[in-house]
């Protein structure tokens, strides 16, 4: 069981917009920056977001974060083919004193 | 550019000890955080454990408290995860992280090595 709650599974066709939500408490989300990954099958995850809303110059902008609350979401827009992925959010936690992931949501993109 | 390569895994027998390097290279490694993350295949990812740039702090997760150990060697531009009294629920792919910018224990991890299995088995 996963302290941040994330859907197992998402999907979508190509051109569509998905969103993937990440829901945590006020000891994790709720005060804390929330990082989102990207991880293609058989490869290392890659940072997809971070800071809730920043993106690294090498991610496309169709890739975007939020956050309000204590819950956070990712929105891919145009989708695509290579977005097929498994995707997780992570967030500092401060009861834990450590850091803590959702349990990962896989994207089809039919 | 930035990389990092871990190395040392492999089968253990449970209640064995195991150390996991990750060598840096391309950026100052004394200037950043380093994180453990490990992944059981085919699952979610988990993580490990934190140390700050100098090595003077360190967290854990509750899971590995007093079994692992996490230490690193400026001079080597190296980061090590010492294993003891290792379970069959440590096998996984461990992953090391540099963490990005400012706040050395963040979960801003970027970039991830390629990975390191693990498997205790006996």
């Known amino acids: 069981q996963s302290v941040l709650t994330q859907p197992p599974s998402a999907s979508g066709t190509p051109g569509q917009r998905v969103t993937i939500s990440c829901s945590g408490s006020?000891?994790?989300?709720?005060?804390?920056?929330v990082y989102w990954y990207q991880q293609l099958p058989g490869t290392a995850p890659k940072l997809l977001i971070y800071?809730?809303?920043q993106r690294p110059s090498e991610v496309p902008d169709r890739f975007s974060g939020s956050k309000s609350g204590t819950s956070a979401s990712l929105a891919i827009s145009g989708l695509r083919s290579e977005d097929e992925a498994d995707y997780y959010c992570a967030a500092w936690d401060d009861s834990l004193s450590g850091v803590v992931f959702g349990g990962g949501t896989k994207l089809t993109v039919l | 550019q930035v990389q990092l390569v871990e190395s040392g895994g492999g089968m253990v027998q449970p209640g064995r000890s195991l150390r996991l390097s990750c060598a840096a290279s391309g950026f100052t490694f004394s200037s950043y955080g380093m994180h453990w993350v490990r992944q059981v295949p085919g699952k979610g990812l988990e993580w490990v454990a934190v140390i700050s740039n100098d090595g003077s702090y360190k967290y854990y997760a509750d899971s590995v408290k007093g079994r692992f150990t996490i230490s690193r060697d400026s001079s080597k531009n190296t980061l090590y995860l010492q294993m003891s009294s290792l379970r069959g629920e440590d096998t996984a792919v461990y992953f090391c992280a540099k963490t990005g910018g400012t706040g050395w224990y963040l979960p801003w991890f970027d970039p991830w090595g390629q990975g390191t299995l693990v498997t205790v088995s006996s």
């Open positions: 006020s000891s994790n989300i709720g005060t804390n920056y």
């Open positions: 800071r809730n809303n």
